[in-house]
């Protein structure tokens, strides 16, 4: 069992920036596939970036070139840096680990507005 705890969610202008990050839970961290999704009210939980155990990165493409996912595996940590924020990134944010089962953790929104 993985337990996953987000935090670095809030409210932010356009154009502002925050930072996701996710503990995970378990000794073998470094071996999770991680990825951050989101989803807006009314939608699908969508894809936002994922990061292997090796370090590639995959992004959707309304998010390259804004978004950064990264890890840190002494920390257990996955972050999402997001830069030139949009009022259509408003959604709530998950974390996802995938190591022989699939994991979720609580959500955190993501509100950019004026």
């Known amino acids: 069992q993985v337990q996953l705890v987000e935090s670095g969610g809030g409210l932010v202008q356009p154009g502002g920036s925050l930072r996701l990050s996710c503990v995970a839970s378990?000794?073998?961290?470094?071996?999770?596939?991680m990825a951050w999704y989101r989803q807006a009210p009314g939608k699908q939980r969508d894809l936002v970036a994922s990061?292997?155990?090796?370090?590639?990165?995959n992004y959707a493409r309304s998010v390259k070139g804004r978004f950064t996912i990264s890890r840190d595996n002494a920390k257990n940590t996955v972050y999402l840096q997001m830069n030139s924020l949009e009022p259509e990134d408003t959604a709530v944010y998950y974390c996802?680990?995938?190591?022989?089962?699939?994991?979720w953790g609580q959500g955190t929104q993501v509100t950019v507005s004026s």
């Open positions: 990061i292997t155990s090796g370090g590639n990165t």
């Open positions: 378990g000794r073998i961290f470094s071996f999770y596939v």
């Open positions: 996802n680990a995938v190591y022989s089962g699939d994991y």
